[in-house]
Every structure is written in structure tokens, then in C-alpha cells.
């Protein structure tokens, strides 16, 4: 056997043609063999497919028919985010034109740690991160693999601007990452303000700012992700003025309502973050991972300066390359640029917009089924594209079994949510493809799970 060909160098179109028909098709026969939005079965029935498919993972001779076998048992064993069915999380179908960028990044396997691995893709970078990051007020963005670090990034700025005794105060409606990160820090232990209506009380807020010695980073949130709620920004963004406290906005889910003219005006009081958090892999349609941190003040960006002579030494950077260690605590980075920026260029922003009005009209549509159908009950008006909601007089045990019916047949994927002191179903409809009648047919397969 000869050597593997690769799938870069001038060789590398012709020897990946091949293999692209062999994965499309094993894509096709594995989502056929799923029938829907998830496996049926349960974890055990996964499990022994996966195995019985993988079989021996390294053998003693190779089996040149292991990409068609695997890629067809992780196809038929797959959650499809774009089955209309499949609502849980914030997790969405990414768009065709996205992927086929990401396969180019994959072929060409830049890496953003130094310009010389990366020329292009260093360029690219800026060009997006700049262009991105003007749109929330900012004047630089910073590419990170999602919500999570970029929570985390901009704590770790916000700690060498003003020193380890940083706390960090959020409302109790934040992503699960903020507390982690004061630990993942070394910071005092947050403080968690009350959000009693699932947002952060901007009163709560002003006495917790006045009470708890400072220095201080308010982490508010655009688009939570329990129920898809917006903090109420330009408030917070006053008191963080007033208190001189530093402000995060955690944007990740609802950053893109940036795109929408028709929804864009809930975002009112992000420009006046220091760091935000976006997540183009939510409502931006994009594989994951696509995230970034934008941020106001490039001075900020000194703290995460690092010398290695092997890749930015300082006669290189004098002589003009591009210092990249700067740009992210990675070291090895894939293009996750490429993708944005094929899908910003290819949309426009009124492509992107449109498809954030269509998700957000499916959840009012969706919204409106279960306030008008007598056996559920809505929590509230969706804000974004996520929809709470529960079988009336219900109790939670009965709530959560019913979605655990609906999981192990494979028939619909909702999330959880427990707010109010009670357990509700939650769609996070992410898909704009979604037609009125699949909203339906949703709400009455969970009519269906309910039943004895």
C-alpha cells in the first residue's frame, strides 16, 4: 500500500473528490437510517451501534472502508439540528455555504499562531474581528471557540486591568461559565444578584455594587439560556457608570439580533459594554465553533502578550510580521474566520437578518399554538427564539418524563428549563426552515408523550 494522500498541495482537490462523494453519501444513508431528529433507542442502543460499527479502532491492518462505516454510524446515531423536531439547546443547522468553507479551512489546516503558518488567515482575521466588533461599539474582537471563553477571556482582561481582588457580579439568570470562571481565576467568589423575573434587577444590582467592596465586572446577559431573555442593558450599563464597575455583556445567544432591523433595538445599551460576547455558531448559523470577544479598549489587549522566539520573536515583529500569541491564550487556532466570513459575504447583512426574523417569528408562532391550545401552558412571550412551556396542572415529575419518552423514540428534542419554581419544556427554535405545520405537529407529539 502505497503512502495516504493528503488534502492540501496541488494534489489535494482531486484526491478529496473522491472522498467527498463517499462521506455525502454515508451522510445520506446514515440520516435515513435515523428517520429523525434523534436516534431511537436510548443511550445503550447508541452505544452498541457505535461500537458494533467502530469494531476494532486500531487494528493491525487498515480497512479502507472505515470513513463510509463510521461516517454513516455517527450520521444515523446524530442529534440533527436540522430537523425541525430537534429544539433543545442552542444549537443550531449550520448553513451549507459555512460548512463548505470549513472544509477548505480543514484542507488547508492554517494555524493562528504564527503569521507564517497563516498568512492569509491572519489577514482574513483582522479584516472580521474589526468589522464585527464595530458593530456592538467596540474596536476590536478577539476569535474564541465560543460563549464560554469568551466569558472567560474577558474576566481574565478585566483581572490584570484592575488586579486579583476583582469581583465579579451577575445576575442568577447568567450562563453557568461565569461562576466557573471566578474559580477557574482564582477571583473572590462571585456575586449573584437576584433576577426574579429572569432578568437582573438593576436595583438588586446598585446594592450589591454598593455594599461589596470593589473592584467590580458586572456580567450582564443578552439572550439567556433558559429562556432567551435580555437583561435590561442601558439600566445596568447607568449603575456600572455610576459605581465605576467594569462591564461584560454575555451576548452570546442574542448578538445577532445586531443583524435584524426589526429586532435589533432590544440590544439598546450594548455599545456601552467594555467586552461582549457573540456566538455565531447560535444565531449565525455557522459550525462550531465560531465565537468572539469584542473589546472596547485595545489597551486591554497588552495582558495577553506572549514572547516565544519561535514565533514571534521581536525582530520579526519589528520587521512587520504580525504577532498573533496576542490574540488568544491558543496557541494552534484553526481558521474559524473563514467560515464567518464566507456567510457575512454571501448574505449580507440583510440575509442574516432575515433569518433571525424568521426564527424569532417561528418561536411567536409556536408561542401563540400552545397559549391557545387548553392542555399547555406558555410561560411567557418569547424575546428572542426560545419558548417556555409546560402541560397544564402537570407535575415536574411527569414534565421531565414526558421529555425523556420523546428523547428515547427519537421523535422530538426539547430542553428543560426550571424557572418559577417549576419544570417547563423548552424549543429553542433555531431553524429557519421550519414550516408552521412542523410547529404543530412539535406540540402535538408532546401531547402524545404525555399520554398513559
Not at 428517520?35 to 486500531?58: E, N, Q, S, Y
Not at 417561528?362 to 417556555?388: C, G, N, Q, Y
Amino acid at each position: 500500500m502505497g503512502q495516504p494522500p493528503l488534502a492540501s498541495g496541488p494534489h489535494g482537490p482531486d484526491t478529496l473528490r473522491p472522498l467527498l462523494d463517499t462521506v455525502l453519501d454515508a451522510l445520506r444513508t446514515g440520516t435515513a437510517a435515523r428517520g429523525g431528529p434523534l436516534p431511537a433507542g436510548g443511550p445503550d442502543t447508541v452505544t452498541a451501534r457505535i461500537t458494533d460499527a467502530a469494531g476494532h479502532i486500531l487494528p493491525d491492518h487498515g480497512d479502507p472502508d472505515a470513513l463510509h462505516t463510521l461516517v454513516t454510524a455517527l450520521a444515523e446515531g446524530a442529534a440533527d439540528p436540522a430537523h425541525p423536531h430537534c429544539a433543545a439547546h442552542l444549537h443550531g443547522p449550520p448553513l451549507a455555504v459555512a460548512t463548505a468553507a470549513d472544509l477548505a479551512a480543514s484542507a488547508l489546516n492554517p494555524s493562528l499562531d504564527s503569521w507564517d503558518q497563516a498568512p492569509a488567515a491572519t489577514a482574513l482575521e483582522a479584516l472580521v474581528t474589526r468589522a464585527l466588533a464595530h458593530e456592538t461599539g467596540a474596536t476590536d474582537a478577539l476569535a474564541t471557540t465560543g460563549g464560554t471563553e469568551s466569558n472567560q477571556l474577558a474576566a481574565l482582561l478585566a483581572r490584570e486591568r484592575h488586579g486579583a481582588g476583582l469581583r465579579l457580579v451577575h445576575g442568577a439568570n447568567a450562563h453557568h461559565s461565569v461562576p466557573r470562571t471566578a474559580w477557574l481565576l482564582g477571583l473572590p467568589d462571585p456575586v449573584s444578584v437576584p433576577a426574579p423575573r429572569g432578568t437582573l434587577d438593576p436595583a438588586a444590582l446598585d446594592d450589591a455594587l454598593t455594599r461589596i467592596p470593589g473592584p467590580h465586572l458586572v456580567i450582564a446577559t443578552a439572550g439567556t439560556t433558559d429562556a432567551g431573555l435580555i437583561d435590561p442593558l442601558p439600566d445596568i450599563a447607568a449603575r456600572c457608570t455610576a459605581h465605576h464597575a467594569r462591564l461584560h455583556i454575555d451576548a452570546a445567544y442574542g448578538g445577532a439580533l445586531l443583524f435584524s432591523d426589526r429586532h435589533r433595538a432590544k440590544l439598546a445599551g450594548l455599545e456601552a459594554a467594555d467586552t461582549v460576547a457573540l456566538d455565531l455558531h447560535k444565531l449565525g448559523w455557522q459550525p462550531i465553533a465560531a465565537g468572539l470577544l469584542t473589546i472596547k479598549n485595545p489597551d486591554d489587549l497588552t495582558a495577553l502578550h506572549h514572547h516565544a522566539d519561535y514565533l514571534n520573536a521581536d525582530d520579526d515583529t519589528d520587521a512587520g510580521l504580525p504577532d498573533l500569541l496576542g490574540r488568544s491564550p491558543r496557541t494552534s487556532r484553526r481558521p474559524d474566520i473563514l467560515k464567518i466570513a464566507v456567510t457575512l459575504k454571501t448574505l449580507g447583512r440583510s440575509g442574516l437578518g432575515a433569518l433571525v426574523d424568521d426564527v424569532c417569528a417561528h418561536a411567536e408562532k409556536f408561542a401563540a399554538l400552545v397559549d391557545a391550545h387548553p392542555r399547555f401552558e406558555l410561560h411567557a412571550p418569547p424575546t428572542i427564539s426560545t419558548v417556555l412551556f409546560r402541560p397544564a396542572h402537570a407535575t415536574d415529575t411527569a414534565v421531565a418524563a414526558a421529555r425523556r419518552t420523546l428523547l428515547t423514540t427519537g421523535t422530538a428534542v426539547l430542553g428543560r428549563a426550571r424557572t418559577d419554581g417549576r419544570l417547563w419544556l423548552k424549543a429553542t427554535l433555531l431553524n429557519p426552515h421550519t414550516r408552521p405545520d412542523d410547529l404543530t405537529t412539535l406540540l402535538t407529539l408532546v401531547e402524545e408523550a404525555l399520554t398513559p
